[in-house]
């Protein structure tokens, strides 16, 4: 019997919200500090802070973001702008971590219910297809594997080069071609031995 694979417990609202809350309130501590240490209005560190977020999240170089932040009304010197990129983009990478195990049990939920609805109104193409789907992420679907036809790629290869050839030009490479082989001393149906091969000459297992 397989082994169901293991799901990480998904984190209840109460949870979530607490750590939202305490992400929140650190913020809120980290502005009045700054806004002691400064002699500035919490509200306008918080408003910088939103600011430097914003023009990070639309891509602004940092060199940019300086140059706005030193102007009125924030007046933040370069090392204070190049501080709250790196707390910025420090909080997103633990917010990223943070919620990172909830992409997966959000993934699977919203598979498992359109498998249900999908079932329900007998779509059972679109559920086997989604089962495949839900089995690669939880991590059971067994690898697939591919085999080539060597010798149907090949032929499918020298068909669609004949067909962009004017009739003159194929009788001329087919006459080449026999030449070639009675030179080799090969008999009909004989394969081209394919160490002889290297040359322009089809790469055929069988030649009539």
Not at 11 to 18: G, N, S, V
Not at 103 to 132: C, D
Not at 170 to 193: D, M, S, W
Request: with cysteine.
């Amino acid at each position: 019997m397989a082994r169901r694979p293991l799901v990480p417990k998904k984190p209840t609202p109460d949870q979530l919200a607490e750590r939202a809350l305490d992400a929140d309130v650190e913020v809120e501590a980290r502005d009045k500090l700054a806004a002691r240490q400064t002699g500035k209005s919490p509200e306008l560190h918080a408003r910088a802070r939103h600011t430097i977020e914003t023009m990070l999240a639309h891509g602004i170089a940092t060199v940019d973001i300086a140059e706005r932040m030193a102007r009125p009304p924030f007046l933040m010197s370069s090392a204070s702008v190049k501080n709250a990129i790196y707390r910025q983009r420090r909080r997103w990478r633990e917010q990223d971590a943070d919620r990172r195990g909830d992409y997966k049990l959000m993934a699977q939920e919203r598979l498992l219910k359109t498998i249900a609805e999908a079932r329900k109104e007998g779509h059972y193409a679109a559920v086997a297809s989604l089962e495949r789907e839900l089995a690669s992420i939880q991590g059971t679907r067994e690898p697939e594997r591919v085999q080539l036809d060597v010798d149907t790629i090949r032929r499918d290869a020298v068909e669609r080069c004949l067909a962009y050839m004017k009739p003159e030009q194929i009788r001329v490479f087919a006459q080449q071609f026999r030449q070639r082989r009675a030179a080799l001393g090969l008999k009909p149906g004989q394969p081209v031995p394919r160490a002889l091969n290297h040359d322009g000459v089809i790469d055929a297992d069988v030649v009539g």
